[in-house]
């Protein structure tokens, strides 16, 4: 099945829609390739988490990008779905979830999607991006993490092929975006419009240590700054915590 210029492969059960995509980037497949899952048994989080959902209770989709980015710059890969995701969620429900620095969607500050990027240069003439996306449709996920589902949020009951093409329509165009430095800039610009962690104050937690203090924007490289007692500092990876309401 081929969409905007995407070929869908869908799947019934799969351990993961990025293990599966990143095994055939390594097997040379094109850019545009997307990967849907009813089920996954294996769907990954950043840093070895999980990803849950029961079957049919969210979409659950990767895309293969040939895009050449490096590490630092895979936020912007992240973006163009994200934002995409956004966009296709508040056409389908009228109501468009919040980006949450680095990778979630979120409604109100709960969890209703999750973005992985991740980068295969095995072969460093034909690198290759992979960005899996999982939304909730129907379930809010795991309990005690602070998610939430379309559904619980906005009253509507979208269909998983629904929001699915309205992503990959509005996916078309930002995976354009990341062919040219003022593309980049653009999605940059874009990404730091819709990210709801600015001006909010935050608690970061970082690998080694927890800090606090106010996001007050995003570096080029798609860093969180973040004024604390310290000074700024520039995030570049880790988890924060939304503290008071804006
Ligand atoms: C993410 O990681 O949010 C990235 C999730 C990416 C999932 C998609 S599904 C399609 C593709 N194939 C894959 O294998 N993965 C991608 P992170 O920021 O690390 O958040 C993970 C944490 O979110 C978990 O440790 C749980 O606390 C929480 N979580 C797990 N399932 C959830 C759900 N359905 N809804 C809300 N939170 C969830």
Known sequence: M????????HFDVIDSTNTYLL???RSGASGGLVAVADHQTAGRGRLDRRWEAPAGAALLMSVLLREALDHDELHLATAAVALSAAAAA???CGLAPGLKWPNDLVIDDLKVA???AELDLSNPAAPAVVVGIGINLTWPGPPGVGGTCLLDA???AVARDEILERLLE???GRVALLASESGRATLLAELERQMVTVGRQVRVVLADREFEGRAIGLSPEGHLRVESGDGVIDVQAGDVVHLRPA
Do not use: R, S
Not at 2 to 9: Q, W
């Open 23 to 25: 095994d055939k980037a």
């Open 2 to 9: 081929t969409h905007h210029g995407f070929a869908i492969e």
């Open 154 to 156: 906005t009253g509507v």
């Open 170 to 172: 509005q996916l078309e």
């Open 90 to 92: 508040e056409q389908a």
């Open 114 to 116: 999750g973005v992985l």
